[in-house]
């Protein structure tokens, strides 16, 4: 594992915080046990035939677990979304096994191949470009084969970005939904926003970063003034978590434009959020009237704020008034 790895590492080392990886030396040193001299490594096996579900690092190439690595190694071969990106982390760690690809453009032709190999007894590993494989990504329809073929499925877990916006996010754990993306249409998106609001749980969604700040924007007018977090580059060097009320995270990244790097959001559960002030109310029913009825436009605040339907029906009926 350590040959020939002088400048994939120098690279690496640059966009992941400067962590070496391990060598093969420091990997046997880590897992032979200290407590009694006469104690031996176990001998090293191939994994079992059928199809692993491998985690891979979401940034940071030595988060990863020697086990994954073990696998990776000695597997027949590796499915995975794009070969550029898995093959510069398998060049990190010395491996060689081949490569082919899986995903969403190529998925109905290459899984009976797959399938195919499982059947003769092969050991195949799927990977994602970064995290868990199945979380956003067309894995689970290969699972579901296995399962319908009576293929043995086992999974190696590690790494997860949602699980890692969750954690640094600072709000509730206990409950959690992971929403994925949200649609990349304004009207789209506040409909889907709409669904999810009154979910007793904290929020997570992926989100483009050029579509960032119209997608707080519109979680701001839908779910209200919810604490939330904007977590990027997680686990990188410029790994940045940025945490304030929806509509505060949403004037910060209209003013300062999109930022670099992958984002995933976590907006806390319902109840949480601080009571809106009147100019927030009288905000957020000069957006809503100018595309909406009255009764509609009040209805919509009233589900994003948590006030009285009645409340905010009469102060946008003096809105309305006003404008005449």
């Known amino acids: 594992m350590a040959r020939k790895r002088s400048a994939t590492t120098k690279t690496w080392s640059r966009s992941s915080g400067g962590v070496k990886p391990p060598s093969s030396s420091d990997a046997r040193a880590r897992s032979e046990p200290t407590h009694s001299r006469g104690a031996s490594k176990p001998p090293r096996r191939a994994p079992a035939a059928g199809l692993c579900l491998v985690a891979t690092p979401i940034g940071n190439a030595a988060d990863i ?16 979304e794009d070969t550029r990106v898995t093959s510069r982390l398998l060049a990190i760690h010395g491996i060689a096994t081949p490569l082919v ?21 092969e050991t195949v590993a799927l990977v994602s470009d970064a995290g868990t ?8 329809r290969l699972v579901r084969a296995c399962i319908a073929e009576d293929v043995p499925v086992t999974v190696l877990p590690g790494p997860s ?3 890692a916006a969750l954690v640094l996010s600072g709000l509730p754990t206990d409950r959690f939904l992971f929403a994925g993306f949200l649609p990349p249409r304004k009207a789209a998106r506040r409909r889907a ?17 050029r579509r960032l700040a119209a997608a707080l924007a519109d979680m701001a007018e839908t779910l209200g003034g919810r604490e939330a977090s904007v977590g990027r580059e997680l686990t990188k060097m410029f790994e940045e978590v940025r945490r304030g009320p929806l509509p505060d995270l949403a004037r910060h990244y209209r003013d300062r434009g999109p930022p670099r790097g ?20 009288d905000r957020h029913l000069a957006a809503a009237l100018e595309k909406a009825s009255v009764r509609d436009a009040a209805s919509r605040v009233a589900a994003a704020t948590g006030l009285p339907r009645r409340h905010i029906y009469a102060r946008a009926l003096a809105l309305t008034r006003k404008r005449r």
């Not at 494989?133 to 689970?140: A, E, K, M």
């Open 65 to 80: 677990t020697l086990r994954a690595l073990e696998v990776l190694n000695t597997a027949d071969v590796i499915a995975c």
């Open 101 to 121: 690809p899986y995903h969403d453009h190529n998925a109905e032709r290459a899984r009976p191949a797959l399938i195919r190999r499982l059947k003769k007894g």
């Open 133 to 140: 494989p199945l979380v956003s990504d067309p894995g689970y």
């Open 161 to 163: 970005a949602v699980l």
């Open 193 to 209: 926003l709409a669904e999810l609001a009154g979910v007793r749980a904290s929020l997570v969604f992926m989100e483009s970063p």
């Open 262 to 281: 992958e984002v995933t959001v976590v907006v806390a559960p319902p109840g949480d959020e601080k009571a809106p002030s009147e100019e927030d109310v």
